[in-house]
């Protein structure tokens, strides 16, 4: 059994062509501009079995287009590694291509096996980078970006496709210094298919209302269209 959180039937921004997205429960994190904070409690939502979450999926795969297919994003979605083993196993015995949408946080804190297992039935890992500099990621996530490095260094050294994504914060990951940072790193990989620069957007808001936690970010505004397209 593993918890979720919701499902959505027609992804279209979370890997390629049209996607069915499993959010799963659970995230270590406390990234500053989060906007699925009703994610991060563990053992929250609806339980289901994989088998449940796979056939549910499935319903959709004529719609999968694109390049399209089955995407399980979270919360983290390696807090239930197993879990998700089992749903992309299913998967993959029907075609269906997978993408695994993570912070890579759980890196180094679950079994080496484990993870080679939920690799091999993974096509795509959507590697969401929050800060290069260490320091600044423990701001903005509570938590060192070293393990998620070393595991994007990992996936890297065993061939797996790899889009990274980069949330583009005012005041906060905005900064030339540190995009030439980041670019300098992924130059270094060798398995980057895409690299997605994500505006940050105040669309979670209403959850820390609704959940009566402060936002952290209040008053930060969106960056300018032309200044993502241009660090893109
Ligand atoms: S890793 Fe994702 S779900 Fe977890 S706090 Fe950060 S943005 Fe939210």
Same mark, same amino acid.
């Given at each position: 059994?593993?918890?979720?959180?919701?499902?959505?039937?027609?992804?279209?921004?979370?890997?390629?062509?049209?996607?069915?997205?499993?959010?799963?429960?659970?995230?270590?994190?406390?990234?500053?501009?989060?906007?699925?904070?009703?994610?991060?409690?563990?053992?929250?939502?609806?339980?289901?079995?994989?088998?449940?979450?796979?056939?549910?999926?499935?319903?959709?795969?004529?719609?999968?287009?694109?390049?399209?297919?089955?995407?399980?994003?979270?919360?983290?979605?390696?807090?239930?590694?197993?879990?998700?083993?089992?749903?992309?196993?299913?998967?993959?015995?029907?075609? @269906?291509?997978?993408?695994?949408?993570?912070?890579? %946080?759980?890196?180094?804190? %679950?079994?080496?096996?484990?993870?080679?297992?939920?690799?091999? @039935?993974?096509?795509?890992?959507?590697?969401? %980078?929050?800060? %290069?500099?260490?320091?600044?990621?423990?701001?903005?996530?509570?938590?060192?970006?070293?393990?998620?490095?070393?595991?994007?260094?990992?996936?890297?050294? @065993?061939?797996?496709?790899?889009?990274?994504?980069?949330?583009?914060?005012?005041?906060?990951?905005?900064?030339?210094?540190?995009?030439?940072?980041?670019?300098?790193?992924?130059?270094?990989?060798?398995?980057?298919?895409?690299?997605? @620069?994500?505006?940050?957007?105040?669309?979670?808001?209403?959850?820390?209302?609704?959940?009566?936690?402060?936002?952290?970010?209040?008053?930060?505004?969106?960056?300018?269209?032309?200044?993502?397209?241009?660090?893109?």
């Amino acid at each position: 059994m593993g918890y979720v959180h919701s499902f959505e039937s027609f992804g279209t921004v979370d890997g390629p062509g049209i996607r069915f997205v499993v959010f799963l429960q659970g995230c270590p994190m406390r990234c500053l501009y989060c906007h699925n904070p009703d994610t991060w409690t563990e053992r929250a939502g609806k339980s289901y079995t994989a088998e449940e979450v796979a056939a549910n999926a499935l319903k959709y795969k004529s719609y999968f287009t694109g390049g399209g297919g089955v995407t399980v994003s979270g919360g983290e979605p390696m807090l239930q590694t197993e879990f998700v083993t089992e749903i992309f196993s299913i998967l993959k015995k029907n075609d @269906v291509h997978t993408a695994l949408d993570t912070s890579g %946080i759980m890196y180094g804190r %679950i079994e080496k096996q484990k993870l080679d297992a939920l690799l091999d @039935v993974t096509d795509l890992v959507l590697l969401d %980078i929050k800060h %290069i500099d260490d320091e600044r990621h423990r701001e903005l996530t509570r938590h060192s970006n070293k393990g998620i490095l070393q595991f994007a260094k990992y996936l890297s050294d @065993v061939g797996k496709d790899v889009w990274i994504r980069h949330v583009l914060v005012p005041g906060i990951t905005d900064d030339d210094v540190y995009l030439n940072r980041l670019a300098q790193f992924l130059s270094g990989l060798k398995n980057v298919k895409k690299v997605e @620069v994500l505006p940050y957007h105040t669309m979670g808001e209403v959850k820390y209302a609704k959940l009566g936690i402060d936002y952290p970010l209040k008053g930060v505004m969106p960056p300018e269209k032309e200044r993502v397209i241009k660090t893109y």
